[in-house]
């Protein structure tokens, strides 16, 4: 992209116009490609695709994103080899003849790995195909000792998916826009080592703990145009294996990687030159990474260049994808079968397996589909239709991970409804969580104590706002009690009628013409003599026995 002055100059005006269309009450140095680094990070990029649609003339340029997701299998040994599986263990600490690829060791598979991908398959309405072979797919890597990887890229075994997502949407980013993609197909296959580069002494170190880790690796069609899109698919995912148990989802640690394929084109013209951004670890990087990715190719082809047919890497610090090499020339991968693994096959029911084979050596549907758990799409619509929650809400609780415990456990112990516990957790619980950069689990407000405030609330021991008072104070010292936090500050309803009568009298004498107003027909007046009241009784008066009063004494 760095050409003459004349060249950057009208690459300019065309960013300048992008700009005009994405974000046209905002104005932007010309700083080469920073311009198109703070155009591309924006989280809306859906629904400004959707304006640009609607307010400029057909055909203009769209995105079009498929996916390709790792997934490494949650198992307690690798794929082929009885090694040990552990994140942080020391390096070349977990690794057998067979994953360091010596002379005359054979693969033998790992039976939970293959059940962990039929229930993934069926969660995911794939078709289990019932004979699945296994592939040598050659190519030369420091961190992979055999020379080649061996996967299933002739007959996997789960083809023809869909998955279903939600996102987010409106105005107000209050909406739950559903939406789904396709899934290709799902194949078991092995992991790489790592390769660990010391830039101080100018060498790279070989790690081999991963190498034959199992993972499954999920193609998604190019059905998504854009990185929300994106976003929420794999997260979606994410949630489906972590409820099934086939793979923990920690992209920190890698056991979730997401390879993202970009490209753009007008709708109703073939589809464009793609780009690989490989190896992206986090949900908001991927949706980063692809608006951006997006974004340059738009650039590219409106100032008359052409997209080039390579692999990328994202930099999360500067929100730029990077070239990492060219695609232009087929890599020959040398497929072949591979020798050492007969067909894998699975069957409907044990009754359908030959004789003399032992159960514990078959992988049978009928006996995968009955250990299926409540998936999350099913888990929202079980929270709407039990208790009577916003879909929006439901959508919340599931993909917070530990929320919707949380809540279900909130409910059970208080007599307050589901709809006032959800406030709570989603305006109170929720909001100082964020605050502090915590999860659920790091709450230190367990639900019962929760549950405790609700409940003193629900009895007419303390107002809503002293309820609110208390959840702050729990908060900072969670050793103690609602009841004591009540007791030791005070905080209990004021319950002499006699009082609250004094106070109601003092505040209406005080406020000659607010009664005025009232009883002129403004009753919205009649709130500020409340909050009066209850600033007199430091918020310990019950607010329909105020209210009674006040309108007795102002009619």
Same mark, same amino acid.
């Given at each position: ?14 960013? !300048? ?10 104005? /932007? ?50 794929? =082929? ?13 977990? %690794?057998? =003849? ?40 050659? /190519? ?8 080649? +990887? ?29 939406? &789904? ?10 992991? &790489? ?56 989802? !920690? ?30 670890? $986090?949900?908001? !990087?991927?949706?980063?990474? *692809? ?30 994808? *990077? ?16 020798? !050492? ?56 609780? %599931? ?42 689990? +790091? $709450? ?7 549950? +405790? ?9 303390? $107002? ?5 008072? %208390? =959840? ?12 004591? *936090? ?10 002499? $009628? ?58």
């Amino acid at each position: 992209m760095a050409g003459s002055p004349a060249g950057t100059t009208a690459l300019l005006c065309h960013l !300048n116009k992008l700009i005009a269309i994405y974000s046209p009450t905002i104005t /932007y140095q010309r700083h080469g490609w920073c311009v198109i680094r703070r155009i591309c990070t924006s989280v809306s990029r859906c629904r400004s695709q959707a304006q640009t649609k609607r307010k400029s003339a057909p055909q203009e340029l769209v995105g079009v994103v498929g996916l390709e997701i790792h997934a490494q299998i949650h198992s307690n040994t690798k794929l =082929f080899s009885g090694s040990q599986v552990g994140f942080q263990a020391p390096p070349n600490s977990l %690794v057998s =003849f067979f994953d360091a690829s010596l002379p005359g060791t054979l693969p033998v598979l790992n039976r939970r790995c293959v059940e962990a991908a039929v229930m993934t398959g069926l969660a995911l309405n794939c078709t289990i195909n019932r004979k699945s072979l296994f592939d040598r797919k050659h /190519y030369f890597y420091a961190d992979l000792p055999a020379g080649y +990887q061996i996967t299933q890229q002739r007959l996997p075994i789960a083809v023809d998916g869909t998955l279903t997502y939600s996102h987010l949407g409106g105005r107000k980013r209050n909406t739950v826009v559903t939406k &789904s993609v396709r899934i290709k197909q799902i194949q078991l296959e092995q992991d &790489s080592g790592k390769s660990l580069h010391d830039d101080y002494r100018s060498q790279t170190l070989i790690d081999l703990n991963r190498a034959g880790v199992g993972l499954m690796e999920l193609v998604m069609e190019p059905d998504m145009s854009c990185g929300e899109e994106a976003a929420a698919a794999v997260r979606e995912m994410q949630l489906i294996l972590q409820a099934l148990g086939t793979c923990q989802g !920690n992209m920190a640690e890698g056991q979730l990687r997401v390879d993202a394929n970009v490209s753009v084109h007008r709708p109703g013209d073939p589809w464009g030159i793609r780009t690989e951004v490989k190896n992206i670890n $986090s949900a908001r !990087n991927l949706a980063r990474a *692809i608006d951006y990715e997006i974004q340059r190719q738009m650039v590219v082809l409106e100032s008359g260049g052409t997209v080039q047919n390579e692999t990328r890497s994202f930099d999360g610090k500067t929100g730029h994808t *990077i070239p990492m090499r060219d695609k232009e020339g087929l890599q020959d991968y040398r497929f072949m079968p591979e020798p !050492n693994l007969p067909p894998l096959m699975v069957y409907e029911a044990c009754s359908t397996a030959p004789p003399g084979v032992a159960p514990s050596q078959l992988v049978v549907l009928e006996e995968v589909r009955e250990r299926l758990p409540e998936l999350p799409s099913v888990r929202r619509q079980r929270l709407v239709e039990t208790y009577g929650i916003l879909p929006e809400h439901s959508f919340t609780l %599931v993909n917070e991970d530990g929320l919707m415990d949380y809540f279900e456990a909130v409910v059970r112990e208080t007599k307050a409804g589901p709809r006032k516990v959800i406030g709570w957790v989603m305006n109170e619980l929720q909001g100082l969580l964020h605050q502090q950069n915590l999860s659920v689990s +790091q $709450s230190p407000i367990s639900p019962q104590a929760l549950a +405790q405030i609700l409940n003193l609330q629900e009895n007419g021991q303390i $107002s809503s706002s002293i309820a609110k008072q %208390v =959840f702050q104070e729990l908060w900072k010292t969670p050793g103690k009690t609602a009841q004591q *936090i009540v007791k030791e500050h005070d905080l209990g309803m004021v319950n002499d $009628s006699t009082e609250i009568h004094r106070i109601c009298q003092k505040v209406v004498d005080s406020h000659p013409d607010q009664v005025q107003a009232i009883r002129g027909g403004n009753k919205k007046v009649l709130n500020k003599l409340m909050g009066l009241v209850q600033k007199e009784t430091k918020g310990r008066a019950d607010p329909v026995l105020v209210r009674a009063i006040l309108e007795q004494k102002t009619s």
